[in-house]
């Protein structure tokens, strides 16, 4: 099982983030598969960090096997959906990009991947691409985002993907997140929804 991700995917986070860079193509690093979190497990803050800050994405989870997949063909490659956490060791991203070396340890350290309950992408009755999502802390709305705004679409990805990587029934995708990031903290609720629908809730140890 694999964890594709895409970075800078919204304008609005790649500026507060203070990123210029204009991409022509989606940007992707991969996660561990030990970097999974999910049925509400706790997150439990690494030591190596004081800077955990969460990205609330859209995630899709693969459903059979391709390689080199049509853009016209790349909804036939999933069916389920939820909403999940990319957690970033902002301390150690920043570190690793201003000596120019690869970041991975910064997004792929083990639970750094928390995922909610799928779901049928039918039962929303909304586009993929058009999907209205967020994230709450403390019962306190702290991110927002539609798909919308995503400047490459999810058919885009897994059309680019599949160019680099056969996808396998259960390999996951996340899509990028929206603005609005920011850190966690011992004791904190997160809650995620997609539309009114909650598909995510656990807390930080």
């Known amino acids: 099982m694999k964890i594709i991700c895409i970075g800078m995917n ?37 030591d190596f960090s004081s800077d955990v800050q969460y990205e609330t994405e859209i995630v899709v989870k693969i459903n059979r096997l391709g390689k080199n997949i049509a853009r016209r063909f790349a909804h036939r490659y999933f069916n389920e959906i939820t909403i999940g956490i990319d957690m970033t060791a902002r301390d150690l991203q920043r570190k690793f990009r201003e000596a120019g070396l690869p970041w991975e340890l910064c997004k792929s ?14 039962s929303l009755n909304e586009d993929i691409n058009h999907l209205s999502f967020h994230l709450d802390i403390n019962g306190e709305t702290v991110q927002e985002g539609n798909t919308s705004d995503m400047l490459f679409k999810v058919d885009e990805i897994i059309e680019y993907a599949s160019k680099f990587v056969t996808l396998k029934m259960g390999d996951l995708i996340y899509t990028g997140t929206p603005a609005g990031v920011g850190c966690v903290k011992i004791n904190d609720r997160l809650q995620g929804y997609i539309g009114e629908k909650k598909l995510l809730d656990f807390y930080v140890k």
């Open 109 to 122: 350290f083990d639970n750094s991947a928390v995922t909610g309950d799928f779901i049928p992408l039918e």
């Open 10 to 46: 919204y304008a609005a986070h790649n500026k507060e983030l203070h990123n210029t860079l204009i991409t022509k193509e989606p940007i992707i690093f991969m996660k561990a598969d030990t970097s999974l979190l999910k049925e509400g497990k706790p997150f439990y803050i690494p």
